[in-house]
């Protein structure tokens, strides 16, 4: 239902040209969440606001609902944008309005009647848990309640699809979740389509069916989250899933630490091969000891995904031989230091 095709943009700042996206191409699919994962400067604001064309690419085609967004009148594309509702970072509410009139301003530019407004905008702030705030001014919300009135401002003309632009990242964790929360039961509620892009891999974890990771204006890899968590093969992918896994050396640990001894290894497992029973395999295959010092473990579905930190005890050689043998299982596996 949305095809990005090739798509391309520069920008030249002072005679230097910066190569925002290069050839882009992407396809979601409707009922979709899809997400769009990138270090800072790696062009996903850019390639978000070329879904709605805020941002014109300079070469390419945005396709949503069959109509080539790029090749319709500016009348049209102006409809068209109705439909492509977008939430923001930092909420963009208009400051002099109360929650009802932010929300019902998208329907008072179309010309709805007063009462159908009014069924419209109750039935939204039902939606996003706002039914007690119609009278408040932005100024005086949470940032959490304020998405959510950006929220039910973007749905107010039913969109086919609802673009989210880094639309947790002002958020303390709790709200995050409850706005993920509120995103996923929309997506469910409606069937709408969500495109959102995100710095942090917990975003497309919690909520993304899709997802495409992008490195300086390029994608470089693309599909559905569990395969990219299962089997991610850039070294960029890797590291995001990393950092959406932290676990630290315990205190004690730490004062410990010297440059030989027991190596203590942080051994990540990001596929559906076999995790614990390395344990057993060292203990057998080399007399190597396993201390588990600490281990964080998630799931996305049915898939298991994680880092443990651990300290392996045993002969020198054998303890060397079973680095090998984890490093070749576990690519990531790292020695912190010694114990
Ligand atoms: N209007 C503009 N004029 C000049 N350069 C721009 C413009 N918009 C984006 N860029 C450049 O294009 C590249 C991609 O920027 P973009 O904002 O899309 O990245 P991003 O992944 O969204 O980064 P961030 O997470 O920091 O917002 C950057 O090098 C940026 O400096």
Do not use: W
């Not at 630290?248 to 027991?262: C, D, T, V, W």
């Not at 396993?290 to 050689?317: P, R, W």
Request: proline letters at 3%; a negative charge.
């Amino acid at each position: 239902m949305i095809q990005l095709n090739n798509i391309s943009k520069s920008f030249e700042v002072k005679a230097v040209r910066i190569d925002a996206l290069k050839d882009i191409s992407l396809s979601i699919e409707k009922g979709e969440i899809f997400g769009v994962i990138g270090a800072s400067g790696a062009g996903k604001s850019t390639l978000i606001r070329c879904v709605n064309l805020l941002e014109r690419p300079d070469s390419g085609q945005v396709i949503i609902e069959n109509d080539d967004l790029m090749s319709l009148s500016s009348t049209g594309l102006m409809l068209k944008r109705r439909k492509i509702g977008m939430i923001f970072q930092h909420f963009n509410l208009l400051s002099s309005r109360t929650v009802y009139g932010n929300i019902s301003f998208p329907l008072e530019l179309e010309g709805k009647s007063k009462e159908f407004i009014s069924q419209k905008v109750l039935e939204l702030l039902r939606l996003v848990g706002l039914e007690d705030k119609a009278d408040v001014y932005p100024a005086n919300l949470s940032g959490g309640q304020k998405q959510r009135v950006a929220i039910a401002r973007a749905l107010a003309n039913d969109p086919y699809i609802l673009l989210c632009d880094e639309a947790t990242s002002a958020l303390d964790p709790a709200t995050t979740k409850s706005i993920l929360k509120l995103l996923k039961k929309i997506n469910k509620q409606l069937d709408l389509t969500i495109l959102l892009i995100t710095h942090e891999m917990d975003v497309i974890k919690s909520i993304c069916d899709q997802v495409a990771v992008l490195d300086h204006g390029e994608l470089i890899e693309t599909g559905p989250v569990e395969s990219i968590f299962a089997n991610p093969q850039e070294t960029t992918t890797k590291n995001f899933i990393q950092s959406s896994l932290e676990v630290e050396i315990p205190l004690s640990f730490q004062e410990r630490l010297k440059s030989a001894g027991n190596p203590l290894v942080e051994i990540y497992l990001t596929s559906n091969e076999e995790s614990i029973p390395f344990i057993q395999h060292l203990e057998q295959q080399y007399q190597v000891k396993t201390n588990i010092i600490t281990a964080q473990i998630d799931y996305i579905g049915e898939m298991k995904f994680g880092v443990i930190l651990a300290e392996l005890s045993g002969e020198k050689e054998n303890v060397t031989r079973s680095l090998s043998f984890l490093k070749e299982k576990h690519s990531q596996t790292k020695i912190l230091g010694y114990v």
